[in-house]
């Protein structure tokens, strides 16, 4: 089996696979300060909640967009699960062809993302992820980074809200259902996912004028993608929450046999 894990500034998402399938996935949040000792043993510990056993992984790669973390999560790995994980770097084979000025400067979970939503949906493609930052990545049919938008993420805006304005509380970031709201708490979560719904919906409609292809699917990922998902008139084309699992996965077979 392969563990797959994907550390972002916010979150780390855990998954192991069967093959193709996925049969187990965690959530947990991201801290710099844990030890080697304290990240191997918190992963360990995380099979004993699930059907999988940690002795029946065979394999392990590691994306991650915080620096400060790898240290003990690489480290911790080698020591309580006798593993040397593949990290997604600079050199390793994605089969995306990165079409920018500076290729390094694109984030190892967008391209994560991009491998999995070209190869499990196909392109052109919008790739939407709602993550610390939302961003809206361009694939092309042939495996093409075409362009990138990086917009405040959702928790993001929600967090600056309360911080910068005294008396506004802490929200839970639901949809309320409506506009018309009757307390400070719903209508501050209508302002903040109806306008991310608004912002969503030009962006795409924006690529799809430029690219000319405006059934140009879109993928959206991210833990928060849901909230916007639920919008009846149906923004995506698909919402897929693991998608950075999958593109984890692939890009593991691609580079298996270079160790």
């Not at 996935?25 to 304290?38: A, P």
């Not at 400070?184 to 030009?202: C, D, F, P």
Request: charged share 25%.
């Amino acid at each position: 089996m392969l563990l797959v894990i994907d550390v972002g500034n916010t979150n780390m998402v855990f998954g192991v696979f069967d093959g193709d399938k996925l049969v187990a996935n965690w959530r947990l949040s991201t801290q710099s300060g844990r030890t080697s000792d304290e990240t191997g043993l918190m992963i360990r510990n995380l099979f004993e909640y699930s059907d999988v056993s940690v002795n029946d992984i065979e394999a392990i790669i590691v994306s991650s967009v915080v620096p400060n973390v790898m240290y003990s999560m690489l480290n911790g790995i080698k020591k309580f699960l006798k593993k040397d994980p593949i990290v997604v770097r600079a050199g390793i084979k994605t089969g995306i062809n990165l079409r920018m000025e500076n290729p390094k400067e694109m984030g190892t979970d967008r391209i994560v993302n991009l491998v999995a939503a070209h190869e499990l949906y196909g392109g052109p493609a919008i790739v939407v992820d709602y993550s610390t930052a939302t961003t809206f990545d361009v694939v092309s049919e042939k495996g093409e980074f075409l362009t990138g938008i990086t917009a405040p993420g959702l928790q993001t805006c929600a967090d600056a809200l309360t911080q910068k304005a005294a008396n506004l509380p802490k929200f839970e970031i639901v949809n309320p259902g409506s506009v018309i709201t009757k307390n400070t708490v719903e209508s501050m979560q209508a302002g903040l996912v109806v306008s991310h719904i608004g912002e969503a919906k030009y962006i795409i409609e924006k690529i799809r004028e430029h690219f000319k292809c405006p059934d140009m699917k879109v993928i959206a990922t991210g833990g928060l993608g849901k909230v916007i998902h639920e919008e009846k008139k149906g923004i995506f084309d698909v919402y897929d929450p693991v998608l950075a699992l999958h593109g984890l996965r692939l890009i593991y077979a691609k580079n298996k046999g270079r160790r």
